[in-house]
């Protein structure tokens, strides 16, 4: 379910150049996906194991490797800019798709262990064997379950707004409850306008206050892409929390907007108690916290991996 950002808020900006066109949001991706070219990295696609999997790559092999993996909605390049940019001069940085957004796709049943595989198949065909892995909600459960299974490949973890095993049925029924869906798929993959402007105020502290017409063009671009595989992830996921759980041996940071709309800071306090990682809550902020407080949030991440 869980979605990190859907827009930079200098979309706004951009909608004053655009606002009488009917592809605004497919040339603000483009101009997106033009920054990142501007900045030194490169689109690169690997088809391995079934799995079709886009990535951003500044190919800086000497440095170390930081992997920003998005939440549910959105694709890579949108939910990470400004990390892809504060980041880029001392680290090498992979942004991938998750399989079944922005341009990743695979064969397989849509699940959390065809997610992590992904990420495990990526990982090895550009020879990475020590990643410090950054996650947002639904990354995050990816993140965690790749640390699970593959401990020794990775220097770090860090969970942004994902609570791992520690959030119950009764929470999530609770939160849907709150914001008036039926299920996680009523809420994570909309359909409409309408079901866009909820997601985007139950996902960001202060939502952008974005036209009609621009958030219909959301959909099949930056949201419900995948609608079918989308909704079997959300309905495989809650069956998969008690793999998220044993002995843990990787340094952990959790970061987590003191706001959230989605996840509780109790949460986020059971799930560093449980995983002795290291806590850090953000004022001002929801669950799109690394685009809502992104100088904070990059500080408090660089001190984590030099450390």
């Given at each position: 379910m869980w979605f990190h950002k859907l827009f930079s808020l200098t979309l706004i900006a951009i909608l004053l150049l655009f606002n009488s066109c009917n592809k605004t949001?497919?040339?603000?991706?483009?101009?997106?996906?033009n920054k990142y070219i501007n900045r030194g990295f490169s689109s690169n696609k690997i088809e391995k194991n079934g799995h079709s999997i886009f990535y951003w790559d500044?190919?800086?092999?000497?440095?170390?490797?930081?992997?920003?993996?998005?939440?549910?909605?959105?694709?890579?390049?949108?939910?990470?800019?400004?990390?892809?940019?504060?980041?880029?001069?001392?680290?090498?940085?992979?942004?991938?798709?998750?399989?079944?957004?922005?341009?990743?796709?695979?064969?397989?049943?849509?699940?959390?262990?065809?997610?992590?595989?992904?990420?495990?198949?990526?990982?090895?065909?550009?020879?990475?064997?020590?990643?410090?892995?950054?996650?947002?909600?639904?990354?995050?459960?990816?993140?965690?379950?790749?640390?699970?299974?593959?401990?020794?490949?990775?220097?770090?973890?860090?969970?942004?707004?994902?609570?791992?095993?520690?959030?119950?049925?009764?929470?999530?029924?609770?939160?849907?409850?709150?914001?008036?869906?039926?299920?996680?798929?009523?809420?994570?993959?909309?359909?409409?306008?309408?079901?866009?402007?909820?997601?985007?105020?139950?996902?960001?502290?202060?939502?952008?206050?974005?036209?009609?017409?621009?958030?219909?063009?959301?959909?099949?671009?930056?949201?419900?892409?995948?609608?079918?595989?989308?909704?079997?992830?959300?309905?495989?996921?809650?069956?998969?929390?008690?793999?998220?759980?044993?002995?843990?041996?990787v340094p952990t940071l959790i970061l987590w907007g003191k706001e959230d709309k989605v996840f509780s800071i109790q949460n986020a306090k059971d799930l560093s108690s449980?995983?002795?990682?290291?806590?850090?809550?953000?004022?001002?902020?929801?669950?799109?916290?690394?685009?809502?407080?992104?100088?904070?949030?990059?500080?408090?991440?660089?001190?984590?991996?030099?450390?």
């Amino acid at each position: 379910m869980w979605f990190h950002k859907l827009f930079s808020l200098t979309l706004i900006a951009i909608l004053l150049l655009f606002n009488s066109c009917n592809k605004t949001v497919k040339k603000f991706d483009n101009r997106l996906a033009n920054k990142y070219i501007n900045r030194g990295f490169s689109s690169n696609k690997i088809e391995k194991n079934g799995h079709s999997i886009f990535y951003w790559d500044n190919k800086k092999e000497n440095s170390p490797v930081v992997v920003f993996i998005h939440g549910f909605g959105g694709d890579g390049k949108i939910s990470w800019e400004k990390q892809a940019k504060d980041f880029n001069d001392d680290y090498r940085v992979i942004v991938p798709d998750l399989l079944w957004f922005g341009n990743s796709t695979s064969t397989k049943t849509p699940s959390l262990s065809m997610q992590i595989d992904a990420i495990s198949t990526l990982l090895k065909e550009l020879s990475v064997q020590n990643a410090n892995l950054v996650g947002i909600s639904y990354g995050g459960f990816i993140s965690l379950g790749f640390a699970y299974k593959y401990p020794n490949r990775l220097n770090s973890v860090t969970i942004v707004d994902s609570p791992g095993s520690v959030i119950t049925d009764e929470e999530i029924d609770s939160f849907c409850k709150s914001v008036g869906a039926d299920n996680t798929v009523d809420a994570f993959v909309p359909e409409n306008a309408d079901e866009v402007k909820r997601l985007l105020n139950f996902s960001f502290h202060k939502p952008p206050k974005l036209p009609s017409f621009i958030r219909e063009q959301t959909i099949g671009i930056y949201l419900s892409k995948y609608p079918k595989q989308q909704s079997l992830l959300l309905k495989d996921l809650p069956q998969n929390r008690d793999s998220l759980t044993g002995e843990y041996d990787v340094p952990t940071l959790i970061l987590w907007g003191k706001e959230d709309k989605v996840f509780s800071i109790q949460n986020a306090k059971d799930l560093s108690s449980n995983l002795g990682a290291e806590l850090t809550i953000f004022e001002n902020a929801g669950h799109a916290l690394p685009e809502e407080q992104h100088k904070a949030f990059n500080k408090r991440l660089k001190t984590f991996l030099n450390d």
